[in-house]
C-alpha cells in the first residue's frame, strides 16, 4: 500500500512537505508511511479519504481508478458496496460516520473471503484497542462484520450489543467445555470474563456479527 500512497500523492501534484500538511500529520510521518517503515492509523486513512477522494478499492488492491466516483464505482463490474453498520439506538460516538459505506473488489470478497456483500458492514472499531494476537485492531479501525455469522460458539471476533441495542462492543468469544462462554479482550489492560447463557439474557447481549478483516491494518 505505501506504493500506492506515494503514487496517490504525485498524481495529486503535491510535495511531500503540503501534502503531510493537508492530512494533518508531520513530513517526517508521512515519509515513514511512504517507504512502508510505519503504520497508518485509522485517523490517517479517513482524513486521506475526506481530503483527496482517493478510491479506497484502489488504495487496498490496486484495482480501479486512483480517485473514487459514485458513478464509475458503481457501474464497475469488480466493484461492490458494503455499507456502515446503522443502528439508531446505539449511544456510542460510531452513529454518524465519515465513511458511509466503501467499494471493495468483488474476486476479494467473493472468491478470498467467501462472503456476500449482502451480509456485509463496515464498522469503526468502538471500543480500547485490542493489541494482543497477530492481528490487533485499534480504536477507530475500520472492519468489516458479516452479519449473517452469530454463532457464538465457533470461536472468534464478534461484534455484540447489550442493554437493549444501545452499548456495542467488539470482543473475543470463546465457548469453554464448562459451557460458558468465554469473553477475551486481547488486551493486558482487561481480564477475560465467563458468562453463562443466563448471564448473557440478563445484559441484553445480542450478536451483531462476526469480524471478516480489519481494513486498517490490510493496508500495510
Not at 5 to 13: D, G, S, T, V
Amino acid at each position: 500500500m505505501h506504493k500506492r500512497l506515494k503514487e496517490l500523492r504525485k498524481a495529486l501534484n503535491i510535495q511531500q512537505g503540503e501534502f503531510a500538511k493537508n492530512i494533518g500529520i508531520l513530513q517526517q510521518q508521512l515519509s515513514k508511511y511512504e517507504r512502508g517503515e510505519n503504520k497508518p492509523s485509522a485517523d490517517f486513512f479517513i482524513k486521506l479519504i475526506e481530503k483527496t477522494n482517493v478510491n479506497l478499492n484502489w488504495l487496498l488492491t490496486g484495482k480501479g481508478n486512483i480517485f473514487a466516483s459514485d458513478s464509475d464505482e458503481k457501474n464497475a463490474p469488480d466493484a461492490v458496496e458494503i455499507i456502515y453498520y446503522e443502528n439508531p439506538t446505539l449511544i456510542e460516538t460510531i452513529k454518524n460516520p465519515v465513511i458511509t459505506s466503501i467499494w471493495l473488489d468483488r474476486e476479494l470478497i467473493h472468491d478470498v473471503w467467501h462472503k456476500h456483500e449482502k451480509n456485509l458492514r463496515t464498522l469503526q472499531m468502538p471500543g480500547d484497542t485490542m493489541d494482543g494476537g497477530e492481528t490487533p485492531i485499534k480504536n477507530k479501525d475500520m472492519l468489516i462484520v458479516d452479519i449473517s455469522d452469530t454463532n457464538i460458539q465457533a470461536s472468534g471476533i464478534f461484534v455484540y450489543t447489550t442493554k437493549n441495542g444501545s452499548l456495542i462492543f467488539v470482543n473475543g468469544i470463546k465457548q469453554s467445555p464448562d459451557g460458558t462462554y468465554r469473553f477475551y479482550f486481547r488486551n493486558t489492560g482487561y481480564k477475560e470474563i465467563h458468562y453463562t447463557l443466563e448471564d448473557l439474557e440478563k445484559l441484553g447481549f445480542k450478536v451483531i456479527g462476526r469480524v471478516v478483516k480489519n481494513i486498517t491494518s490490510s493496508f500495510c
